[in-house]
């Protein structure tokens, strides 16, 4: 009975976070309650709010799911990693990933610009998301480093700024690519970008 009733749970969770996510991309999340996502599923705001406790932890748990769910579709590890073409494979199949996934992309979308959240609340959801997004640039950084030590990258290339520099292409391109303001292919454009710097940057180290 109590295992019944910890599914039930977990399903009402889920079920709340489809109507949240539904709600969101409707009205935006500033103007989205926790009435209209109980409605939407025949809840009551207070079984809502037994699950969360404001609108930016439900924000927080939706995009853990929506990364993690992402994270497990692509068919690479970003922690074996061992040269820069393991590098650039790893980001062309998370880009191309992206571009086969529409409903990843909305996703993408609502989070990259939304421009109503306040400080407050983004400051919030992303100080819960932490570990999702350190895990990503500690995880550059360690294999930098690592192929530096190999030798394949110049000694004097300080690798916190490759890792930055890496990041703030990526992070670019994405929101470039989501927001349709280019006719483009995320994987064409990104690496691209991605091989321009690494050529750039064994070039000025001779």
């Not at 990933?97 to 421009?115: G, K, P, T, W, Y």
């Not at 994405?174 to 690496?191: A, C, G, H, Q």
Request: charge should be neutral; charged fraction near 30%; aromatic fraction near 12%.
């Amino acid at each position: 009975m109590a295992r019944r009733t910890k599914e039930e749970a977990e399903q009402t969770k889920q079920d709340i976070l489809a109507s949240a996510q539904s709600l969101f991309y409707e009205k935006g999340f500033a103007r989205s309650t926790f009435d209209e996502v109980a409605k939407r599923i025949n809840l009551t705001k207070g079984a809502v709010y037994w699950h969360f406790r404001n609108k930016a932890d439900l924000l927080a748990e939706l995009m853990r799911q929506k990364f993690i769910e992402h994270k497990e579709k692509i068919s690479s590890d970003g922690s074996k990693m061992n040269s820069l073409s393991d590098i650039r494979e790893h980001f062309k199949l998370v880009a191309q990933s992206i571009e086969n996934d529409a409903d990843f992309c909305r996703f993408l979308f609502f989070v990259i610009f939304q421009m109503e959240w306040s400080e407050s609340v983004a400051n919030r959801v992303f100080d819960q998301l932490t570990d999702i997004t350190e895990y990503t640039w500690k995880t550059l950084k360690e294999r930098l480093t690592f192929i530096q030590k190999s030798g394949e990258i110049p000694s004097n290339i300080n690798v916190e700024d490759l890792t930055i520099l890496i990041s703030c292409l990526w992070r670019g391109t994405v929101d470039s690519y989501i927001s349709k303001r280019y006719p483009m292919s995320l994987s064409v454009v990104f690496l691209q970008g991605f091989d321009m710097l690494i050529n750039s940057l064994k070039l000025e180290s001779k």
